[in-house]
């Protein structure tokens, strides 16, 4: 089954950015549904975004216009671009893939918005 881990989470100010990587272990995310998800502390796990391999895009709310998708299936890998940071966008990371053999999870990168 595909493995996938997750990197570029760190400790920012408010407005800052970070890009955020998925990489998966095999041949590639091609025909998988790769999303994302965080989950703060004490809180409920969230989604925040989807990425159709047709290249459709979805969003929460709270991060549309914040936050993009994006990939490189030649490193078979996909990012999150995080903009405009605020406190409240602090947790721990995911990324999901959807396949045809079933749903593999990441093992998540931390992200920390100070004021």
């Known amino acids: 089954q595909v493995q996938l881990v997750e990197s570029g989470g760190g400790l920012v100010q408010a407005g800052e950015s970070l890009k955020l990587s998925c990489v998966g272990s095999e041949d590639s995310f091609n025909g998988d549904i790769i999303s994302w998800h965080r989950q703060a502390p004490e809180k409920a796990r969230e989604w925040i975004a989807t990425?159709?391999?047709?290249?459709?895009?979805m969003y929460t709310p709270s991060v549309k216009g914040r936050f993009t998708l994006s990939r490189d299936d030649a490193k078979n890998t996909v990012y999150l671009q995080l903009d405009s940071l605020a406190p409240e966008d602090t947790a721990v990371y995911s990324c999901q893939r959807t396949g045809d053999d079933g749903t593999t999870w990441g093992q998540g990168t931390q992200v920390t918005v100070s004021t």
């Open positions: 990425l159709w391999p047709g290249g459709a895009t």
